[in-house]
């Protein structure tokens, strides 16, 4: 054999030369290069020839689609043979039938696929079995033989009318012509990964293979259930980087858009739909649509397809010809129907043994000479370009399978008791289509139709086996005589296979639920709970989906998905996955019953008093704002009268004002919690009772007194716990305050619960505050945003990642490491982050040393926001005596000032304390992580929210250390470091995003780089874990956590939730220009940069107008009250302040916006930044100063709906 390129093999041993350790597949992530597949062969090859394998024999190949197929596959090849490939799921009859009529001399297949045949017409070769002498053969090729170019180079055996499948012999000339021409269409290269998905038998695999090794491509084979699960595939193509992708229109319709890797898309085996082209297009993505029948090799012409260009089956491949014909065989007119016969070196050698078939469809023309006589009518377009028409025969195509209506017939007629049959195809729904056969029994015969069922499906691939079988007395004829098809009538739901002697009903609530969805997809009247969602209704994954979306209206079953159909595929083993689901997670799918009647008992006169007591509430928190001002003032006087400003006395009094009252608010707040509350139990309590009142008392005053939300992450946390009778254990790191009930909770010994991770142990349900405990072992870990709910356990050593939600009454147990939301065990085969496994011991002396510092770090806290209040409280000491000029001059410009010397001194306080932070693991108990702590207190405080999503914030983030590219938006970082954020042009990170949070665990933590790709947008919330990378134009949603790093460099992804689920299409607005979006003008940057400045002033002159209103009310009262009165009046002028303040945002609100709509609007719009603005008020002022106060009682419901809120009756807001 010579190195022609006309032989199908060597253009993969081209490639092995070329090439050889490139990696020519992947099955189950295992690689095989060119050089290891061209061996394997050889010494395959080899070894068939020994076994007598020769030039022209046919070569049966029955094997799972993996290695060991394309093994045989080229070394059939090599040895001159015929390769027959037979599809596994065939019946055993098919496949008898094949084999003997092609004569095949052997069958190369698997010990999985000999196991179904008891007998067969040749002998067998075990693929995978271990063969020594397999194993000892050469390497090398076997010897080159002589070989013509059209000699054959394999059989596809496709549907016939006869109910035999007839075999198409295709010559190695016209494949290599084909795979040298689709090359070039494709413009396929060694950087392609191809996914073969297609069965061998089918010749759509011809493209598949043949072009990604003549390319020297890769081949990407899913395993079988992969490709069965429509829902998996999209996944599996974006897993894999697939760059071409063949499939039929119908599989195409199950995936969603985009699959991001794609560079070529081949759609044919059916017609493809304008509205699919559009649904798929996008830029970098060619969509190519291809026509072409098993006779004139894989595809005969092709057409580029646009969203607004008509789809056609385009113009032909080279050396291809193609005539439209009428019946009189000669061409037709422009734009004439006709029917498309093809000529050219694209033929096949015809059919094996039917000679009648040959001279019937294979004509030899007395113009074109040999011609095949496609049965498809088409018309020539202006263009030149094919339009198809549709069949002039009974074959048609369905979900990609090419179907001889009359095989299918003749096979039904083989039943005993059947005159005629006809078989046609019944659209339930556009793109849901079913085979109906239509039957005629003979005179007197009953016929069982579930025998008859058994029977067909025995005999017929199952795509080509019926779903619904109807009986007729006479069929509706053609003036031909023939049966009209389109007069059969649909079929009837009360007379359909379904309904059959081996039915077996639903047995309870939920098997009943299952068998009403499925009925009413399949348009049956009642489905036997074992009967096969696939086999035996005839579903696939267009009626899965379908399925599911029905499924999913009911609540209860809200968490099936589209996997679920594939894994358990009949109603019984669908139920029994569900009742094991809600089983195993029902205290999250359900609300638990640990409380009272689930019906709310309104009890008015419980509400209306604790609304009462409630005043008196908000009238001490007031007073406490009030009286920490008055102490400070009288202290300050004092010294000074006693004194003079100019001697040390009265700034030694000021700094221990400083410094102590951080204590003695702590011991206060631990104080009234043992005085008002005492030891709090689990249990259900009435909402509005006399214990709620006290409950929310002692909350609100904590939160609003104590030093509580400053100490998140430092050990002086944890005794501040344990006073208020948590038990902690040893050398814990606790780097959240969101604790709401320290009795109930209990912590082991080194553990590490990470920032901002939710404990709080109660929750507010049908009228019921519900308080349960929560228990965490020794040597734990919580991730970041990790929330534990009520009666949750984590024993010893246990993990809880990231973004992750521990369900109500559940437990993570020993060692077991869980992650998502509901938190599940983690994948087996997911990597557990590397962490320290024991802890560094400290002294007591060095601890205690620890403990000053971070107390003198708070303390410093303290000082620098003092210092950043100073010019405005001079300003409006300056201004004192004029009210206008206090609220119009003072309060704005010292706002103003009070954000600049605010974020000045954080800079410069983070480049004096940490300087450039390198990525890393260090120790917890380190002067470094003390001074880190101490940035990150100031780093968190409210008003930092001011600068987010201004075009001021990423100069503010660059000074910080962040590398921020160009015409990026970021918002606020909480608990980032700053050294480790690198976000490209065009990035957008959305409110409160956790971007390489530090990570601490047993006495260490690390830092690791965190890249936001260009164009990528982060949504509010979400959380990208240490080391992630994103690629470009991401999308990350609300409230999620980052995929792998793997998955998150892909570009053009979207995911959401956690664990995070890839989102294929998503909605998309194009319809604002770029200068509204990314390229705005200088005039649209100026006219933003003032009203920014404006909206960053806003917040701080809220608090200067708040500060004035009190010192205000304090000089009034001291000039004209007692002392007694004035320390009782203020309070209740404070409170005036701050409801004065609370309707002034209130105005603002209305007077800017109005009533909001809802609405879409470009970034660079006066809209979009006159609702940033009234945001920053919301978040830094009105929710978290003005209503603060007002939280868990029946106020706040007034302010928001003053604020345009629709509010029901006795709101609950959480305090």
């Known amino acids: 054999m010579s190195e022609s390129p006309h032989f199908l093999h060597k253009l993969f041993e081209a490639q092995v030369k070329k090439n050889p350790k490139h990696t020519a597949l992947i099955y189950r992530d295992q690689t095989t290069t060119y050089l290891q597949l061209e061996q394997k062969a050889n010494q395959l090859a080899h070894c068939l020839k020994k076994m007598g394998v020769c030039s022209g024999q046919y070569i049966g190949i029955l094997s799972e689609r993996n290695d060991l197929a394309y093994q045989a596959v080229l070394a059939i090849l090599k040895l001159g043979a015929v390769y027959v490939p037979l599809d596994p799921e065939f019946p055993a009859e098919r496949v008898e039938f094949i084999l003997t009529d092609c004569n095949a001399s052997l069958l190369l297949t698997t010990t999985l696929q000999s196991s179904k045949y008891t007998s067969l017409p040749c002998s067998t070769f075990i693929l995978d079995e271990k063969n020594p002498d397999w194993q000892a053969e050469p390497i090398e090729a076997p010897d080159e033989l002589t070989l013509q170019p059209n000699a054959p ?48 038998a089918f010749d759509a695999s011809v493209e598949e293979i043949w072009l990604g090794l003549a390319a020297g491509g890769t081949l990407v084979t899913p395993h079988e259930k992969a490709i069965r699960a429509g829902a998996g595939l999209s996944q599996f193509l974006e897993q894999h980087t697939i760059t ?142 094919l339009q198809f028409t549709g069949r002039r025969d009974g074959q048609i195509k369905l979900r990609g399978f090419r179907i001889e209506l009359m095989e299918i017939e003749s096979i039904i007629t083989e039943y005993s008791g059947i005159s005629q049959a006809a078989v046609s195809v019944w659209s ?48 509706p004829l053609l003036a031909s005589g023939k049966i009209d098809r389109k007069k059969l009538l649909p079929p009837k739901t009360t007379d359909t296979v379904f309904e059959h002697k081996n039915y077996l009903a639903p047995r309870n609530e939920l098997e009943k639920k299952l068998a009403d969805a499925w009925a009413k997809v399949f348009n049956a009247e009642k489905i036997s709970i074992n009967s096969d969602f696939f086999y035996d209704l005839g579903g696939h994954s267009l009626l899965a989906g379908k399925t599911v979306s029905q499924l999913r209206e009911d609540p209860e079953l809200q968490h099936v998905s589209l996997r679920d159909i594939y894994d358990h595929p009949t109603i019984e083993k669908l139920s029994t996955k569900i009742t094991r689901d809600l089983a195993e997670h029902h205290s999250f799918e359900q609300p638990a019953k640990d409380h009272a009647d689930a019906k709310i008992q309104k009890n008015n006169l419980r509400y209306f008093t604790c609304g009462l007591l409630q005043i008196f509430g908000c009238y001490l928190q007031f007073g406490i704002i009030s009286w920490e001002l008055l102490a400070f003032i009288f202290i300050l006087k004092y010294t000074i009268d006693s004194y003079s400003l100019h001697s040390w006395q009265p700034y030694v009094a000021i700094a221990a004002f400083i410094t102590l009252f951080p204590l003695f608010s702590a011991f206060f707040c631990i104080a009234l919690k043992w005085l008002i509350l005492g030891k709090v139990k689990a249990g259900v309590y009435k909402l509005w009772s006399l214990f709620y009142f006290r409950w929310w008392l002692v909350r609100q005053i904590e939160r609003l007194f104590s030093p509580i939300r400053f100490l998140a992450g430092c050990p002086l946390f944890n005794i501040y716990c344990r006073l208020q009778g948590a038990k902690i254990g040893k050398n814990c790191y606790i780097g959240t305050v969101n604790i709401a009930t320290f009795d109930l909770l209990a912590i082991g010994d080194n553990t590490s619960i990470n920032q901002d991770a939710g404990i709080n142990g109660y929750i507010v349900e049908n009228g019921n505050l519900i308080i349960g405990t929560n228990t965490i072992g020794s040597r734990c870990f919580i991730g970041s945003r990790a929330v534990l709910e009520i009666n949750s356990v984590m024993e010893d050593d246990s993990f809880l990642e990231d973004c992750s939600m521990l369900a109500r009454n559940s437990t993570i147990g ?203 947008f982060i949504g509010n919330r979400a959380t990208i874990p240490l080391g992630i990378q994103f690629g470009e134009k991401c999308l990350l949603g609300c409230l999620s956590i980052a995929p792998e790093n793997e998955q998150a460099k892909k570009p053009e992804m979207a995911w959401l939730g956690s664990p995070p689920i890839f989102l294929p299409r998503r909605e998309v607005h194009t319809g604002f220009p770029d200068k509204l979006t990314f390229n705005p003008p200088k005039y649209l940057f100026w006219i933003r940069a003032m009203i920014e400045i404006i909206r960053i002033m806003v917040p701080a002159t809220f608090s200067f107008l708040i500060a004035i209103g009190i010192l205000k009310c304090f000089f009034y009262l001291n000039d004209h009250y007692s002392l007694i009165n004035l320390f009782l009046l203020l309070p209740t002028c404070s409170g005036m302040v701050f409801v004065l303040a609370g309707f002034l945002a209130i105005a603002i609100k209305w007077l800017l916006m109005g009533k909001y709509q809802p609405v879409i609007k470009p970034l660079w719009s006066v809209f979009i930044w006159k609702s940033d603005l009234l945001e920053r008020l919301d978040n830094i002022i009105f929710s978290r100063v003005v209503l603060a106060p007002f939280m868990g009682t029946p106020f706040v419901s007034l302010f928001l709906r003053l604020m345009g809120v629709k509010i029901g009756k006795r709101l609950f807001s959480r305090p």
């Open 244 to 385: 071409f992708f063949s499939t039929i229109p119908t599989m195409l319709t199950m995936l969603e858009p985009p699959i991001n890797s794609l560079k070529v898309l081949v759609v044919g085996g059916e017609v493809c739909s304008q509205e699919l082209v559009k649904r798929w297009s996008k830029p970098g993505l060619r969509i190519i649509n291809t026509y072409g029948p098993t006779e004139a090799t894989v595809i005969t012409t092709y057409s580029e397809c646009y969203p607004d260009k008509p789809v056609t089956i385009g113009k032909p491949i080279a050396n291809c010809e193609i005539y439209v014909l009428g019946e009189d065989l000669q061409p037709v007119a422009s734009g004439a129907e006709g029917e498309l016969c093809i000529g050219g070196i694209c033929l096949s050698r015809g059919y094996i043994n039917r000679p009648d078939l040959n001279q019937s469809k294979f004509i030899t023309h007395p113009q074109f000479k040999r011609i095949y006589r496609s049965g498809d009518l088409c018309r020539k377009l202006p263009n030149g370009e």
């Open 153 to 200: 180079c394999y059989v596809i055996y496709t549907s016939g009318s006869t109910g035999k499948p007839k075999g198409v012999e295709i010559a190695h000339n016209s494949v290599c012509n084909y795979v040298d021409h689709a090359l070039k269409i494709y413009n396929l290269n060694s950087q392609d990964r191809i996914y073969q998905g297609f069965s061998l």
């Open 814 to 1016: 020993k060692g077991q490491h869980y992650f998502g939301s509901p938190a599940m065990p983690a994948n087996q085969g997911e990597p557990i982050p590397e962490l320290p496994n024991q802890v560094e011991k400290i002294s007591f002396n060095k601890k205690l040393l620890h403990g000053f510092c971070y107390y003198f770090g708070f303390i410093l806290l303290e000082i620098v926001y003092t210092a950043a209040f100073l010019p405005g409280l001079v300003l409006i000491y300056h201004y004192s005596l004029n009210l206008l000029s206090s609220i119009f001059i003072a309060a704005p410009l010292g706002g103003l000032a009070f954000m600049i010397c605010l974020y000045s001194m954080i800079i410069i306080l983070k480049k004096l304390f940490t300087r450039k932070i390198k990525p890393g693991t260090y120790a917890t108990e380190s002067g470094f992580f003390i001074r880190k702590w101490i940035i990150d207190l100031l780093m968190h405080l409210p008003e930092i929210e001011a600068l987010a999503e201004s075009i001021y914030a990423p100069y503010f983030w660059r000074c910080l250390g962040s590398k921020i590219g160009k015409k990026v938006e970021v918002a606020d970082l909480p608990h980032v470091t700053p050294d480790m954020i690198t976000i490209q042009d065009g990035g957008f990170s959305a409110g409160a995003v956790f971007a390489g949070v530090p990570r601490i665990y047993l006495g260490k933590v690390t830092y690791s780089p965190v890249v936001i790709g260009a164009n990528t």
């Open 428 to 475: 339930q729904s556009p793109g849901v289509e079913f085979l109906v056969a239509y039957l005629k029994p003979s005179e007197g015969q009953q016929i069982d139709k579930m025998a008859l069922h058994n029977f067909v499906r025995a005999k017929l691939a199952s795509y080509m086996t019926p779903s619904f079988y109807e009986f007729v007395e006479q069929f």
